[in-house]
């Protein structure tokens, strides 16, 4: 089983996207200001298998549009890419961080009200401790309705996994937390 299977649910039939525990992060984002002393980095994204179907691309369109209008009454930017999994990423960037959680959440329920919530795979929030030292991001897994802390270590392809354990008991009040640690799994090359 490939990385995005494990990910993705690894076939097993699970339970549909919960997109509205996405704005869990708008309340954890004051606890990581306030008592952790970390800022957002001011963009999120949102990554899902695209399928090449006319249905599919308009609801993609759609949403683009739809964003796009409310970026520019924000101060939001956005963009997409591809990566090199076959994956595509959408990326909002934007002082504000309750629009970015909002845009996310639009992002997945156009694609969810399309038939193809299944293709979310993550959402994923990006934060900086005070002083720069080390970029922590919040991964938001669509199949599961659940987030998990993920911490890469400086020029490796490690991750400190004692930073995240302590992340998730510190904001574990804040954030449904998926509980089972194996599926905390590596996002290696994010675009944010």
Same mark, same amino acid.
């Given at each position: 089983?490939?990385f995005?299977?494990a990910?993705?649910?690894?076939g097993?039939?699970?339970?549909?996207v919960?997109?509205?525990?996405?704005?869990?992060?708008? @309340?954890?984002?004051?606890?990581? !200001? @306030?008592? +952790?002393?970390m800022?957002s980095? /001011?963009s999120?994204?949102?990554?899902? !298998?695209?399928?090449n179907?006319?249905?599919?691309? !308009?609801?993609?369109?759609d949403?683009h549009e739809?964003?796009s209008g409310?970026?520019?009454?924000?101060?939001?930017e956005?963009?997409s890419?591809?990566?090199?999994? /076959? $994956?595509?990423?959408?990326?909002?960037r934007d002082?504000?961080f309750e629009?970015l959680?909002v845009?996310?959440?639009?992002?997945s329920t156009? +694609?969810?009200?399309g038939?193809y919530?299944?293709?979310?795979?993550a959402?994923v929030?990006p934060?900086e401790?005070t002083? /720069?030292?080390?970029?922590v991001?919040?991964i $938001?897994?669509?199949?599961?309705?659940?987030?998990?802390?993920f911490?890469p270590s400086?020029?490796?392809?490690q991750r400190? @996994?004692e930073?995240?354990?302590?992340l998730?008991?510190? +904001?574990e009040?804040?954030l449904?937390?998926?509980?089972?640690?194996?599926r905390?799994f590596?996002?290696?090359e994010?675009? +944010?």
């Open positions: 089983m490939g995005f299977d990910l993705l649910g690894g097993k039939k699970l339970k549909g919960a997109p509205d525990r996405l704005f869990a992060m708008t @309340t954890a984002h004051v606890t990581l !200001q @306030t008592e +952790l002393d800022r980095a /001011g999120a994204g949102i990554v899902f !298998q695209p399928i179907t006319s249905d599919f691309e !308009q609801i993609l369109r949403a739809l964003l409310v970026s520019q009454e924000q101060d939001s956005l963009e890419a591809d990566d090199e999994f /076959g $994956y595509r990423w959408i990326i909002l002082p504000d629009d959680v845009s996310l959440n639009t992002i156009e +694609l969810q009200g038939g919530g299944e293709r979310l795979l959402a929030f934060f401790e002083g /720069g030292k080390k970029r991001y919040f $938001y897994n669509f199949k599961r309705g659940s987030f998990y802390p911490v400086a020029g490796t392809q400190d @996994t930073r995240e354990l302590r998730k008991a510190q +904001l009040r804040e449904p937390f998926e509980p089972e640690t194996t905390w590596p996002l290696w994010i675009p +944010l």
